[in-house]
T-cell receptor, first 114, second 109 residues
Framework: NAGVTQTPKFQVLKTGQSMTLQCAQD?????MSWYRQDPGMGLRLIHY???????DQGEVPNGYNVSRSTTEDFPLRLLSAAPSQTSVYFC?????????????FGSGTRLTVV | AQSVTQLDSHVSVSEGTPVLLRCNYS??????LFWYVQHPNKGLQLLLK??????LVKGINGFEAEFKKSETSFHLTKPSAHMSDAAEYFC???????FGRGTSLIVHP
């Protein structure tokens, strides 16, 4: 089925460890983005990309890196995990960064940093 | 900078009664606006969107929203709540998409 696929669904990390959250879409969408969801905070934008080779920071980029080498994939890297990064992470895509299309979300990755 | 304010963190209704979830936005240009729904432990699903066409927008599952530029509002309504409507609802302004903090809709039998 077409959509946004996130892996893994659950992950537990120790403080200081690094890892990559994977996001892939098969809809040929140009725009992809990463959010974190914390209780009472809604979703906050971490990084986004308007096309292969182009990325930019969102509202809460510190501690995270991204790259976009292909249209399909947009991995999110945690460089040195901290307990404050315990959250649910969502990847989303859209046909373009322009308004009006809405966004397709993945099912999320629940990350716990101990 | 743009922002979204969802005026109620929780809304409680009885099944069969109307639903009103309030959203105000701030944007320096004519925005696109969305409502998303998130059921427990699920991803987000698009309910409806406003993109400068008709100001009254109809979405899925009987929801609709009205864009009022003079009031900078985009409130979500439904004439009759169903138990399955219990979920978290997010108002979003683009671009890049900025989310409100969410409104939890509780539906009592």
């Amino acid at each position: 089925n077409a959509g946004v696929t996130q892996t893994p669904k659950f992950q537990v990390l120790k403080t200081g460890q690094s890892m990559t959250l994977q996001c892939a879409q098969d809809m040929n969408h140009e725009y992809m983005s990463w959010y974190r969801q914390d209780p009472g905070m809604g979703l906050r934008l971490i990084h986004y990309s308007v096309g292969a080779g182009i990325t930019d920071q969102g509202e809460v980029p510190n501690g995270y890196n991204v790259s976009r080498s292909t249209t399909e994939d947009f991995p999110l890297r945690l460089l040195s995990a901290a307990p404050s990064q315990t959250s649910v992470y969502f990847c989303a895509s859209s046909p373009s960064g322009g308004s009006g299309y809405g966004y397709t979300f993945g099912s999320g990755t629940r990350l716990t940093v101990v | 900078a743009q922002s979204v304010t969802q005026l109620d963190s929780h809304v409680s209704v009885s099944e069969g009664t109307p639903v009103l979830l309030r959203c105000n936005y701030s944007s320096s240009y004519s925005p696109s606006l969305f409502w998303y729904v998130q059921h427990p432990n699920k991803g987000l699903q698009l309910l409806l969107k406003y993109t400068s066409a008709a100001t009254l927008v109809k979405g899925i599952n009987g929801f609709e929203a009205e864009f009022k530029k003079s009031e900078t509002s985009f409130h979500l309504t439904k004439p009759s709540a169903h138990m399955s409507d219990a979920a978290e609802y997010f108002c979003v302004v683009s671009d890049p998409p900025t989310f409100g903090r969410g409104t939890s809709l509780i539906v009592h039998p």
